[in-house]
Antibody, heavy 117, light 111 residues
Framework: EVQLVESGGGLVQPGGSLRLSCIASGFTFSAYWMSWVRQAPGKGLEWVANIKADGSEKYYVDSVEGRFTISRDNAKNSLYLQMNSLRVDDTAVYYC??????????WGQGTLVTVSS | QSALTQPASVSGSPGQSITISCSGTSSDIGAYDYVSWYQQHPGKAPKLIIYDVSKRPSGVSDRFSGSKSGNTASLTISGLQPEDEADYYCNSYTISGSHWVFGGGTKLTVL
């Protein structure tokens, strides 16, 4: 059974930093692209970033470029999102998702990030 | 990277069929057959229900079907059931270098 479990969310002040983690199991993590997708309270889904299976390529939505960094450790079946210079509008539930093909196959349960003073 | 356009809400009675549209551009929906749809119940993670425009993952009911014409994709749910009441999101791969874009979401109400 595929499982993706996010952690690391919490309350942070504007300008602060936070590191999210996602631990994968039930599939060959090292073979697939992975993404972070977020959902602001009461709003829709927004793709944030993705990373190639071997970590050699990374892409970001314009609004987080230069502030967020996606990374992975295939030996630990783990995906990360380092978030710096956080803004109020970064407040959202952050999901990690796997890409087995051009689709978001499996999703974690999400972790809530709240940016507020 | 503008969001794809979906109607904010649709509704239907049990047993009826509904269609949700998803409008994009030649840089996303029109560029590839990589349109997918996700169902999200309140407080839950999204679930993949359609991929590659019209394919269904194992375990997804055949009441869900997808199609595409030009820059617009559609999700049809036939034989509506109360448990279909949820938010639905379309998604497309884009030509902007491995970027993805979601639609704004459509709330389906089963009357």
């Amino acid at each position: 059974e595929v499982q993706l479990v996010e952690s690391g969310g919490g309350l942070v002040q504007p300008g602060g930093s936070l590191r999210l983690s996602c631990i994968a199991s039930g599939f060959t993590f090292s073979a697939y692209w992975m993404s972070w997708v977020r959902q602001a309270p009461g709003k829709g889904l927004e793709w944030v970033a993705n990373i190639k299976a071997d970590g050699s390529e990374k892409y970001y939505v314009d609004s987080v470029e230069g502030r967020f960094t996606i990374s992975r450790d295939n030996a630990k079946n783990s995906l990360y999102l380092q978030m710096n210079s956080l803004r109020v509008d970064d407040t959202a539930v952050y999901y990690c998702a796997s890409h087995q093909g051009r689709k978001f196959d499996f999703w974690g349960q999400g972790t809530l990030v709240t940016v507020s003073s | 990277q503008s969001a794809l356009t979906q109607p904010a809400s649709v509704s239907g009675s049990p047993g009826q069929s509904i269609t949700i549209s998803c409008s994009g551009t030649s840089s996303d929906i029109g560029a590839y057959d990589y349109v997918s749809w996700y169902q999200q119940h309140p407080g839950k993670a999204p679930k993949l229900i359609i991929y590659d425009v019209s394919k269904r993952p194992s375990g997804v009911s055949d009441r869900f079907s997808g199609s595409k014409s030009g820059n617009t994709a559609s999700l049809t749910i036939s034989g509506l059931q109360p448990e279909d009441e949820a938010d639905y999101y379309c998604n497309s791969y884009t030509i902007s270098g491995s970027h993805w874009v979601f639609g704004g979401g459509t709330k389906l109400t089963v009357l």
